[in-house]
């Protein structure tokens, strides 16, 4: 099972930018399809961005499009959101997730390994 750890999160003024790293454990990292996710305090978490096994589908939670950016080496193993142009009512928790098909899903239970989740707060 792949394990992920998430990085990059921090405090940033509103119409900043934030890169969050998810790296991944295991030798077959490249077969997963992986997804980006948030969860504000009191909310249930989200879907916020989604890429295919090899990078070539991405999907975007319509909050977020035009403003962030999934991608992913699987020669290093990591996934990557570039996030700019931050809200306030971006500040939440951010997750990775792998679902072992390959591709990426909006529901949370087509994951099956989360990462621990990184901090992002957005002042006004």
């Known amino acids: 099972q792949v394990q992920l750890v998430e990085s990059g999160g921090g405090l940033v003024q509103a119409g900043g930018s934030l890169r969050l790293s998810c790296a991944a454990s295991g030798r077959t990292f490249s077969k997963y399809g992986m997804g980006w996710f948030h969860q504000a305090p009191g909310k249930e978490r989200e879907f916020v961005a989604g890429i295919t096994w090899n990078g070539g589908d991405t999907d975007y939670a319509d909050s977020v499009k035009g403003r962030v950016t999934i991608s992913r080496d699987n020669v290093k193993n990591m996934v990557y959101l570039q996030m700019s142009s931050l809200k306030p009512e971006d500040t939440a928790v951010y997750y990775c997730?792998?679902?072992?098909?390959?591709?990426?899903?909006?529901?949370?239970?087509?994951?099956?390994?989360w990462g621990q989740g990184t901090q992002v707060t957005v002042s006004s």
């Open positions: 997730a792998a679902a072992p098909s390959g591709g990426y899903y909006y529901q949370l239970s087509l994951y099956y390994s």
